[in-house]
């Protein structure tokens, strides 16, 4: 069986012959590991159209062996990269045009190649390597699974522990003991942990509040295995819900379940996100939902596709989207539900196994 790195490689090489390209300047280190599967934080790779290269420094000279292997000659610098990138490139064979990755290389390093790489034609490419990685392989799609039930075991184990009194700060550091405890490799993203009248923030950062009875409780987290994502929201109350909370829910579950159900592949990224906005204009709070319905998950917690009203790019089928409406009433409160699933030509697979109905912490 065909290692799946080097048909990605031979994926981009394509991709780069068509757009008249020689080769390419890799600095994004999601890019670098979907390509070869090396996972350390210092890195550049050059993909030429006939060999390749990857610099990495001695810290990782144990590891990029194991992790890498023969896929591409490996090159450990002991002092710049950059130093070993110029000695490097000569001597790779059919390199005149080289792209880089212009949403990923700072400015100081662009200022490298117009200084020590002018022997080259640089173009500034956007989101090549970020377009094979939309539709996922079946490797991809196991990590991302186990991901999600890691978070979903995680969730488990932190409801369990919720207290009224205990501070947001406090949850938060349980949710992140508990995805510890659960498997995850890492923290894909800063937890969002809010209650009452903060869960209406989108994007709230755990505060010194102490969570009350009655309080709406939201919980924005996510797993890591295998360098893959997971991304999950939970809302619930600590108590009894009463009946404003039990509607304002309702409608943002019935906006998840009606996305969930008819999201194709094929199509556009505005026209699922209008599937959530109309169950939720339907309902009174179409200007309460403020955000996009989803982006694509894997290597990156947000990366392409999105699921927004302004994205006239179609869902490839394989693509792994997570699936968040919400209501957010300012002083109030907010709800939001989401999942992450896999776009099919049919019915989406889900793969976020918690349930959806409202959870009271009795």
Known sequence: MADVRAVRLAALRSVLAARQVDGMLISSLANIRYLTGFSGSNALLVVGPADSVLL?????QTQV????GDLVPVRVESKSLWNGLWEALPAMVGLERLGFESAHLPHRDFDRLLEHGRRWRWQATLDVIEG?????DSGELASIRRAAE?????????????????TELQLCGLLEHSLRDSGSEAHPFPPIVASGPRTALPHARASSRAIALGDFLLLDFGATHGGYCSDITRTVVVGRSNERQREVYAAVLEANEESRRFVRAGMRGCDADAIARDVLEKAGFGEAFGHGLGHGIGLDVHEAPRLSRVSETPLPSGAVVTIEPGVYLVGWGGVRIEDDIVVQDGEAELLTMIPRELIELL
């Open 56 to 60: 990495t420094d001695f810290r990782y």
């Open 65 to 68: 062996v194991d992790e890498v």
């Open 132 to 136: 094979l990685r939309e539709k996922k």
């Open 150 to 166: 890691i978070g979903a075991d995680a969730f488990a184990r932190t409801l369990a522990g919720v207290r009224v009194g205990m």
